[in-house]
């Protein structure tokens, strides 16, 4: 558990004591145990043993709130059914202190909650599973281009490279870490000739061409046609007046 959970639970129960019934007092108290035994470093045989018989005080005691109709339909929680599993993979893989089960948390937001504010909120499934096949798509490209050696510095760096190679200017030894500054030659300031003043000791300020602007295309959504409206409409009609 993180720090903050840990430091309330050592008050979570004291406080809540008298206010609840008893049994979810026991819940709660057979819970934190089993927290407690898994989260050691080293766990023996006598250790896993009372790790079964903590989650079974927990499976007993926590009917309280099926009875109660907090949970009347029963108790289908991926979390606490994973604690059926914690014998078995300990055994198997060791203790699991430091494990988070946040870890598929954070997984969720970049799998699900991103790609779901990036759709139209129609039919969704299929456009968040294109966003997370794109995405994946580009990391593999980003990786083997990286390997390839191609991410160097920048396009504007090459660019500005080419030019002082075209025209016989030395850019010394300042500009010699592979053109990766903001201005492409590896530096943090700016030598470009924004207003055109620099005489031919540069590469020239902006040129007058047509503006460019940016084009976004909203995933598709299907609409009604012509036909539909109007047979629509006929039975509206029809319904309303016969």
Not at 137 to 156: I, N, P
Not at 205 to 231: M, R
């Amino acid at each position: 558990m993180p720090t903050s959970c840990t430091q309330s639970s050592q008050v979570f129960i004291n406080t809540l004591e008298g206010l609840v019934p008893p049994d979810i007092i026991k819940t709660l108290n057979a819970f934190l145990d089993f927290c407690y035994i898994a989260r050691q470093n080293v766990l023996t045989e006598d250790s896993l043993n009372a790790l079964d018989t903590t989650l079974e005080r927990f499976h007993h005691y926590r009917e309280i709130f099926r009875v109660s109709g907090v949970r009347a339909d029963g108790f289908s929680l991926p979390r606490q059914h994973s604690l059926k599993h914690y014998h078995r993979n300990i055994t198997n893989f060791g203790a699991p202190n430091g494990l988070c089960s946040s870890i598929t948390e954070s997984k969720h937001i970049v799998a699900v909650k991103k790609p779901w504010r990036r759709s139209s909120r129609y039919e969704a499934l299929k456009q968040m599973l294109t966003i997370n096949t794109r995405n994946d798509k580009l990391a593999a490209a980003r990786a083997d281009f990286s390997s390839r050696g191609m991410l160097k510095g920048t396009c504007l760096g090459e660019a500005l490279r080419l030019w002082h190679d075209e025209h016989g200017i030395d850019v010394g030894d300042d500009d010699s870490d592979e053109f990766g500054g903001p201005d492409g030659n590896g530096e943090d300031g700016c030598d470009l000739d924004l207003d055109g003043d620099n005489e031919g000791d540069g590469p020239p300020g902006p040129v007058d061409d047509p503006l460019v602007f940016s084009e976004v295309v909203l995933a598709s959504k299907k609409g009604i046609g012509s036909c539909a409206v109007f047979n629509r409409l006929q039975r509206i009609l029809t319904d309303t007046l016969i």
